[in-house]
């Protein structure tokens, strides 16, 4: 894969923003000057929408989100222009710095790489591999020539540089596609724990959620329906027609669990109207549907495994006359799902969740159900709407920072102020810091072991001591970071005043740490 | 997720009266002196408050087994022919004295040979298990039923209080441990508990460790206001937290193998281990905790879930490790651990050598104040009709009911206040001699 151009476009902007933002500060001040500045500018308008535009569209401000935001006639502006952008930034393939390609090549490449790793093991079983990489790996080098012994490993840990630089470097992936990769991803989740999704996660995030971002919900469902990651992740992998012959003479059947949780979680809903014979005519109409190692999509469909019978999932019966049986009958299924007034309502209740409060308006959710059904679940159609209305900028409307938003936004704001080590765009000590400190946070990335995918709810993720250990995240990563001083237009008095009386070489951890920087 | 439009008006009123918490809840006559419970209860009344006296009462342990377990894995009817002909490869072989076969209990029943360790305990009469327990709504989505168990109110979803939050809602000093999760529902509330890490991180005062740092980060929050109310006594909490298990860590022998599993922060069976011994360390030192909460995933057993060994053969030798250490902490007289599951597993094997999601399931409890050493309930077999919607074990016991039980006999609840914690919930007297009198 051919990266450089962009990588180096990449780093020509960033030293441009470099000088922008190093040395006095944007607003002219610098040091204590600007932590004590009086005037209380955190009640301004458009210094709250500001706050709340990078915050929630993206993962929080940097200087160079700071100032394209000032290049913008106001946020609310910029903000709904992003829907497009992140729209155009999804059909173009993502950055993904040279040493990290791996994570991301052609699903065959991937298959192959695994039962490589796995011959390997075998052969290898009574000696110890030797894991030269070892001590690189644990500081997220990947220099040396990858280890084929050690392919998921290499490529588990790729996926996660890559996301959290995707989720902290907004010159680098739009903010807005950065988020909205997380909306679906966590909405279809996949477990990385999982042995057999392990090496597909960072395939599944980039070509799944990522690349249908922003278009049409069931063109991301039936994408997620046919990934390598999703297929494992929920067994519809061995999903198979009832008494279809298997290994020594046994015979195969069906599996419920992906049928289950499309129609519970990824559609319809818990209360959605279906019964538990929907979810078994649901997993016959899928039978036949599992992974292809050789294809470019990863996935095959099975005829000979298929369940040919009639079919009724809620009313609807396969095969149907006008589209045939066979693989049509699942596509068919997932689209008329992800059309149903019920998946319009939950997707329109999750996404106000996630961007606008824990318990949105109910007008709110309403207006986007309404253009859900109206779009056929356009998701550019919902974001504006949503990015629109007067509801996602009323400032009654709180949301506190899941420990995904606190690290992303810790580091997005630190990344550009820390002193080149030489280790390239992103810090990888930093990496390192926000992997241990989301796993200690119960939220581990790519690591949500449920198909619920994590709630964004305060009451999840607001607990006392859990506070403190933000805490600790934002001090050390702050370790040799100069002070932030553009963070200081969005803290409040008394967090302004409280960093004015320490040392400098504490503030930048301590502007992290206050309460003002754990709201989003 | 509610639908647009409830028919439930009066449960979510209820919902939200049980979420009001402390006025609810705050008689601490709920707590008084039980009338209906027999023997030796020593339960005090404290009409000013209960802090401050560490009364008889036991401490409960409920270990949350996410994901639902297949209980019929863990108890298996080898007598039932039913059972060998519904799970043709995943049945764990009737006892033959190998270690690759069933350990008979009784009769009728037998131990995962992973739960090998848990034998003794058995015998001893300290372990005992309620055969076809569960939520006697018939819902098979995960969420739900969490949601159900956990806030003890069966068909209930969404957001509100836990039901070990409402136990602990009298006292006015923190009473209700949780170890691993960020924020378990059952434990969540307006009652304060306390909530520490998975694995451990648990250990480690952090910034908090230097005195000068530690002041400029509670400089922060010195405010009136609930963020920063909350950031202080989490301060207090961890500080405690983590000297006291630096100070107790030497006497747990942490297998380095176990410490690297439980910081993987995926909620492993494996960690359960370290965080069993971390629950123990802190309600052993600090003797106001007398509610702890622990969770364990990875039991969803849909494909290839192994029968004597495999996937869920180690989860459930983990499982048996974790208790064994809780067997240690909580060998008080009223102590209880409970161990459950949202729901059951299919009785058949699916056609992926997993089970799908099912209905009833074991309830396992563990003190000296359980009749242990057998079984209790109702317990119909296999057969056919004998299976809700012929396929699942049904639910013959409320676990509403079986809590009740525990509560009565080790925490001095009486009935009336039973009735306030699960409203709605009916004494099963079929369960009367689940506890020792």
């Known amino acids: 894969m051919d990266t450089t151009p962009p990588e180096l476009a990449l780093l020509q902007r960033r030293n441009t923003l470099k000088r922008l933002a190093s040395g006095a500060s944007l607003l002219g001040l610098s040091g204590r000057q600007a932590w004590a500045q009086a005037s209380d500018s955190t009640s301004s308008t458009a210094t709250l929408d500001a706050w709340r535009a990078m915050s929630r569209v993206g993962y929080g401000p940097s200087p160079g989100l700071i100032s394209t935001l000032q290049s913008a006639p106001n946020a609310r502006t910029w903000a709904l222009a992003q829907v497009d952008a992140a729209f155009a930034a999804s059909q173009t393939r993502p950055l993904v710095a040279p040493d990290l390609v791996t994570f991301n090549a052609s699903l065959p490449q991937l298959f192959e790489g695994v039962q490589r790793e796995r011959e390997l093991r075998t052969q290898n079983k009574t000696e110890r591999l030797v894991d030269l990489n070892a001590e690189a790996s644990r500081h997220l080098d990947f220099s040396a020539p990858l280890d084929p012994a050690y392919f998921n490993r290499t490529v588990q840990q790729q996926t996660a540089v890559w996301r959290l630089g995707s989720c902290s470097q907004p010159d680098a992936e739009n903010p807005l596609l950065a988020r909205m990769t997380e909306f679906w991803f966590n909405h279809l989740n996949v477990f990385v724990g999982k042995g057999q999704v392990r090496p597909f996660t960072g395939h599944y995030l980039v070509s799944v959620a990522r690349a249908h971002a922003l278009g049409k919900f069931e063109d991301l469902l039936l994408a997620s329906a046919r990934h390598p990651a999703m297929l494992y992740y929920l067994d519809q992998v061995q999903s198979v027609a009832e008494g279809s012959p298997g290994p020594q003479g046994r015979t195969r059947g069906l599996n419920e669990n992906y049928a289950r949780e499309l129609l519970e979680l990824h559609t319809l809903g818990v209360n959605g109207g279906y019964q538990q014979t929907d979810v078994r005519a649901l997993a016959r109409v899928l039978t036949g549907w599992t992974v292809g190692p050789d294809e470019s999509n990863g996935f095959r469909f099975n005829q000979r495994l298929h369940d040919n019978g009639r079919k009724a999932v809620m009313g609807q019966t396969y095969p149907s006359h006008l589209l045939g049986g066979g693989e049509r009958e699942g596509a068919e299924v997932i689209r008329w799902l992800a059309r149903h007034p019920a998946t319009a309502q939950r997707i329109s209740l999750r996404l106000a969740r996630f961007f606008v409060a824990d318990q949105p308006p109910p007008e709110l959710v309403a207006r986007l159900t309404q253009s859900y059904l109206a779009s056929q679940g356009d998701v550019r159609v919902l974001m504006k709407e949503l990015l629109a209305s007067a509801e996602f900028w009323h400032p009654e409307q709180r949301l506190f920072k899941t420990p995904m938003d606190f690290a992303c936004s810790a580091l997005t704001a630190t990344q550009t102020q820390t002193p080149s080590t030489g280790a390239g765009p992103v810090d990888r000590r930093h990496l390192t810091l926000a992997l241990g400190f989301l796993a200690g946070a119960g939220q581990p990335l790519h690591g949500w072991q449920t198909p619920d995918g994590y709630p964004f709810d305060a009451a999840t993720w607001l607990a006392p001591e859990a506070l403190t250990r933000r805490a600790d995240f934002a001090l050390s990563l702050t370790r040799q970071t100069p002070e932030l001083e553009f963070l200081s237009p969005f803290l409040g008095t008394a967090t302004r005043a409280a960093l004015s009386r320490e040392r400098p070489a504490l503030r930048a951890g301590l502007a992290l740490a206050s309460p003002d920087f754990m709201y989003k | ?437």
Not at chain 2, 182 to 194: C, I
């Open chain 2, 1 to 437: 997720m509610p639908p647009p439009a409830t028919p439930n008006l009066n449960r979510r009123l209820l919902l939200q009266t049980l979420s009001a918490g402390t006025s609810f809840w705050a008689a601490p006559a709920l707590w008084a002196q039980t009338t209906a419970a027999p023997g030796k209860i020593a339960a005090q009344a404290h009409p000013t408050g209960l802090d401050g006296n560490i009364d008889s009462n036991g401490r409960l342990v409920v270990v949350f087994l996410r994901g639902a377990y297949d209980g019929l894995s863990a108890l298996v009817p080898h007598a039932d022919p039913h059972y060998y002909r519904l799970r043709p490869n995943i049945a764990i072989a009737a006892p033959d004295g190998s270690a690759q076969s069933t350990l008979a209990l009784d009769a009728q029943f037998g131990l995962h040979p992973a739960l090998a360790g848990l034998a003794p305990l058995w015998q001893q009469g300290l372990l005992g298990v309620i055969p076809a327990a569960g939520s006697p709504d018939p819902t098979r989505s995960h969420f739900d039923a969490q949601y159900h168990w956990e806030l003890g109110m069966p068909s209930l979803s969404g957001a509100g209080t836990g039901w070990l939050n409402r136990l602990a809602a009298p006292f006015s000093r923190t009473v209700a441990l949780g170890v691993g999760e960020a924020n378990p529902l059952m434990l969540s509330g307006p009652a304060p508990v306390q909530l520490v890490p998975r694995g451990l991180a648990a250990t480690r005062q952090g910034v908090l460790g230097d005195e000068r740092t530690r002041q400029a980060v509670m400089n922060l929050y010195s405010g009136d206001d609930a963020l920063s109310k909350a950031f202080r006594a989490g301060a207090d909490s961890r500080i405690q937290t983590a000297q006291t298990l630096s100070a107790g860590a030497s006497q747990n022998a942490m297998m380095r193998s176990e410490m690297v599993a439980a910081n993987n922060g995926a909620g492993s069976p494996q960690g359960l281990l370290l965080d069993a011994q971390h629950l123990g360390t802190l309600m052993r030192q600090n003797r106001h905790l007398r509610l702890g909460f622990l969770s364990a995933g990875g039991w969803d057993t849909h494909a290839n879930q192994g029968a004597a060994n495999g996937n869920l053969a180690q989860n459930l030798g983990n499982l048996s490790t974790a208790l064994l250490q809780l067997r240690r902490d909580f060998s008080e007289a009223n102590d209880v651990v409970l161990v459950c599951s949202e729901f059951g597993r299919t009785t058949a094997e699916n056609g992926t050598r997993g089970t799908d999601h099912g209905h009833g399931n074991a309830l396992w409890l563990m003190g000296n104040a359980v009749q242990g050493g057998r079984w209790h309930g109702q317990w119909h077999g296999l057969a056919p009709d004998r299976l809700h919607e012929g396929r699942d074990l049904p639910v013959h016991h409320d676990f509403r009911a079986v809590i009740a039980q525990v509560l009565l006999r080790s925490q001095g609840l009486d009935r009336h206040a039973l009735a306030l914690l699960f409203p709605g919930f009916a004494w099963d007297a079929s369960l009367n001699g689940l506890m020792r009198a």
